[in-house]
């Protein structure tokens, strides 16, 4: 779900094209039509949906499903999105969709016009059951189904028989990537909802804290735990060390708290901020926290200068001089992967199609 979906695509080449610092020439495009393409990417996403389907579900052919989920452990498992065309719930994707989806409304939610309230319906459909699968102190359910069973079988998720075995992470198994990656997600979509439903947001975000909590102190990665049930479909391959990167900005950014920034500047380079940056994608999310922490670095630098002007220089800005230059690497890796993905960037390393984008593999360190 999370690597096919044209919504994702579509915001992050938007997200990628804005954050780009540098000025570069365009190549000349012809005119599609991005707000049909909108409307049918988060149509998509009430396909996807599982549980018992509201009132107002505008697919009227998909009916409820998955009503028993999480019986076999006992829990209430309801509600969620099925991956791709299976009948799976799997929380790796499923949380990094989310934490997408919310940031593309808190970038562009002012320019989407009648789709904002679809997004943010669709957000909120993914952390209902965020909140559900994470509800257990230092447990987390990452996913309903078997997967190699479900798969054998092709069938609509109204009529599945298939097993819908449920999978957790604990203290003893633990999923650093799976547990970060949905902190993200609560964190993410607090912001989404801070103004609109301020209760429901700081919900989302005491979870968000307390889930990344459990992340960063029983490390390990899910795929080794899980993997003849996560593996080869959403297997971890670049380890869950971009996950608490992540995890990280965008609990500072929820939070604004200086606890985050400490864990950045102490933990930043055991959790690879020197690493080349060939995709941005639910595996590997280091290009994606250097653009997030970027523009915090950006934040806390016009809040310093803000401030200059009115108060002689004290302890808090000394913090947030020291801050701001140990996030410097960050916009340094950022301009890269961005410059990486303009058009007629000297260093451009992708191939375009008309209206979309195909990436290549890694950039070269330069900066456009």
Known sequence: MASSSPLLHLLLLLLTLSTATATVRHRPTASHNYHDAL????????????????????????????????SAMKVDLVGGYYDAGDNIKFGFPM????TMLSWSVLEFGGVMKSELGNAKTAIRWATDYLLKATAQPDTIYVQVGDANKDHACWE??????????????????????????????????????????PN???????????????????????????????????????GYQDELLWGAAWLQKAT??????????????TLGV??????????????????LLSKVMMYLF??????????????????????????????????SFICSLVPGAPSSQAQYTPGSISLS???PRSVC
Request: proline letters at 3%; one cysteine or more.
């Open 256 to 269: 604004r708290s200086p606890a985050y920034l400490n864990y950045i500047q102490a933990n930043g380079r």
């Open 156 to 197: 609509r998720p109204e009529d599945m028989d298939t097993q819908r075995t449920v999978i957790k992470i604990d203290r003893n198994n633990p999923g650093t990537e799976v547990a970060a990656e949905t902190a993200a997600a609560l964190a993410s979509a607090s912001l989404v909802f801070r103004k609109s439903d």
């Open 39 to 70: 409307t049918k990417s988060i149509l998509f996403y009430e396909g996807q949906r599982s549980g018992k389907l509201p009132p107002n579900q505008r697919m009227t052919w998909r009916k409820d499903s998955g009503l028993s989920d999480g």
């Open 95 to 98: 949380a990094f969709t989310t």
């Open 302 to 335: 016009s809040h310093l200068f803000g401030t200059f002007a009115y108060i002689i220089l004290d302890f808090e800005q000394a913090f947030l001089v020291q801050k701001v230059q140990s996030l410097h690497d960050y916009k340094g890796h950022a301009d």
């Open 200 to 238: 429901y947001s700081k919900i989302l975000l005491k979870r968000a804290i307390m889930v990344f909590a459990f992340a960063d102190k029983y490390r390990g990665s899910y795929s080794d735990g899980l993997k003849s049930f996560v593996c080869p479909f959403y297997c971890s391959y670049s």
């Open 274 to 291: 020197d690493e080349n940056d060939c995709t941005f994608s639910w595996d590997n999310k280091h290009a994606g926290a250097k653009i």
């Open 361 to 363: 593999l890694c950039y």
